[in-house]
């Protein structure tokens, strides 16, 4: 049995709002209660609502195929580089350079450190065909439109090693992701979906370019009625989707990025040079109107290697004309130098000492420079060779390509020490160091300063004033980092405080408060 509350005669109590300031002045508690409260309940509502509407549109979760009969167990060490799979390859406009795939190929085979490389990608490739379905960590896991953009991974092991059952979860899944409806492809459950102009967004992007070096990558995997399946999906539910949204664009943001690096890939494939010409442009557009003059970045470095990493696996793709055009006059030239000032080795007693970076903005408390290969390499530059032999940043298949595609040798590496590089530097995104030195041990102290950047979106976060310090192999004023986006935490302390070790001043000069 359910009791009914009893009623009672205490008369409710009316705060009129004349009576609000006594009344906050002896219960300030209550005053933030009820604002705590009250933006939860917003933030719950809006959630209700997101929900409500994603729900309009279907769910592509678990689109796992059958398993086929009797599998066998795949252990990592029988998928192998074989030379003449390589040499078989028949390119298919991307990847059409026989001799660096042939250099990658013998990385992998041949060196001790692509054999470190190449266990660790057939240790999850044997993963993955064990369980006969794509590993489901990271960002949205579950949500199949994250999973099946990993197949490229996959393509290139497979050319490398002509294994046959990774070929068949490679053809079994392409042909999946071509056969589902461009709801799907756009991800209209978090997008939404207008099917009179339907529009390419992030993930539509990602999915392209995987599909389209897959299908260059593993092309002997498909019959010819299968690849002109494939090609149909791919042009009419990924490529075209994405030109309408690049064609109406007037963003700046790293949504630009990504979609022109997927749109570029895609149309690269079906040599549509128009497409490529206009992502390539827009491409240029962001990096020049986002990327401070001398290579800074408004957003920190966390949303700094995000867009960048996407447009780094287009650069692969274009001859060095496009390059040139691309990059000629972006700020991007000089990105390592503002990737460099904040360094500073951090101390561990359980592992040997390792580089770190005072950071400011959403995402940049455990970034490191790996997209700083790709500039090495554009630039000639010997600071970003020095950063990735500082940090051993990882180089992934796809840069490698590019590096093997190159006909100069890598850059020497040069020190900011060697350089002379001044120890105080203002960069005009706002962030301002103080160094003692360019000693690994070194004092370094980060500002947050300026008023606005080029690109001002939320992950640079309202935190001017604020202060970070690394010393003696210690973070010792530390940046709180972020909060997930579903977070009430990101509206009610990301985007509302001016934090993160805040200096501020009171209008008389009289406090100051940290």
């Not at 490389?117 to 590993?135: P, Q, S």
């Not at 509302?496 to 070790?501: C, E, F, L, Y």
């Amino acid at each position: 049995m359910i009791r009914q509350k009893e009623k009672t005669n205490t008369p409710l109590k009316i705060i009129k709002y004349s009576d609000n300031d006594n009344f906050l002045k002896s219960n300030p508690h209550v005053f933030y209660g009820y604002l705590i409260k009250t933006i939860l309940s917003i933030t719950v509502l809006f959630t209700v609502l997101s929900d409500a509407k994603a729900y309009k549109y279907p769910i592509f979760a678990d689109q796992k195929l059958s398993r086929p009969t009797g599998l066998r167990h795949i252990l990592p060490n029988e998928i192998q580089v074989n030379i003449e799979h390589v040499s078989r390859h028949q390119p298919d406009r991307l990847f059409s350079n026989p001799e660096a795939l042939k250099k990658l190929a013998e990385f992998y085979r041949d060196t001790p450190e692509g054999l470190v490389e190449w266990r660790r990608m057939t240790g999850r490739t044997a993963e993955i065909l064990n369980n006969w379905d794509f590993r489901r960590k990271g960002l949205a896991g579950a949500r199949y439109t994250y999973r099946v953009r990993t197949i490229a991974d996959l393509a290139i092991c497979y050319l490398l090693s002509g294994h046959m059952e990774l070929g068949q979860f490679i053809r079994g899944h392409t042909l999946l992701a071509a056969s589902l409806p461009i709801e799907f492809w756009l991800h209209s459950e978090l997008r939404g979906y207008d099917s009179g102009k339907p529009l390419g967004k992030l993930e539509t992007a990602m999915l392209s370019s995987a599909i389209a070096m897959t299908l260059s990558l593993a092309g002997d995997l498909f019959a010819p009625e299968e690849k002109i399946q494939v090609k149909n999906a791919l042009k009419q539910k990924g490529l075209i989707p994405c030109m309408n949204w690049i064609n109406e664009t007037t963003k700046k943001n790293n949504f630009v990025a990504v979609i022109c690096s997927g749109a570029y890939i895609t149309a690269r494939y079906f040599g549509e040079y128009e497409g490529m010409k206009k992502a390539r442009q827009t491409m240029s557009k962001y990096l020049n109107s986002s990327i401070e003059p001398d290579g800074s970045y408004g957003e920190g470095l966390g949303y700094f290697v995000y867009p960048i990493s996407e447009i780094a696996r287009a650069v692969v793709f274009m001859s060095p004309e496009e390059q040139q055009k691309t990059f000629a006059s972006s700020g991007l030239r000089f990105s390592a130098q503002w990737q460099a000032y904040p360094y500073f080795y951090l101390s561990d007693r359980e592992k040997r000492p390792r580089p770190y970076l005072i950071h400011f903005s959403d995402n940049s408390c455990y970034q490191t420079p790996t997209v700083i290969i790709t500039q090495a390499v554009l630039f000639r530059d010997g600071i970003a060779m020095w950063l990735h032999k500082k940090f051993q940043s990882p180089i992934n298949w796809l840069n490698r390509l590019f590096m093997y595609s190159q006909t100069e040798k890598l850059p020497e590496p040069q020190s900011p020490a060697k350089l002379g590089l001044p120890l105080i530097k203002t960069f005009d995104n706002g962030d301002n160091f103080i160094r003692s030195s360019w000693d690994d041990n070194s004092i370094v102290l980060g500002l947050r300063s300026g008023n606005g950047s080029r690109i001002e979106f939320s992950h640079q976060r309202p935190e001017l004033n604020s202060i970070c310090m690394g010393a003696y192999g210690e973070y010792l004023i530390v940046s709180p980092g972020s909060a997930s986006y579903r977070s009430p935490l990101r509206y009610l302390w990301d985007m509302a405080t001016r934090s993160a070790n805040t200096i501020s001043i009171d209008s008389n000069l009289n406090s100051a408060v940290m």
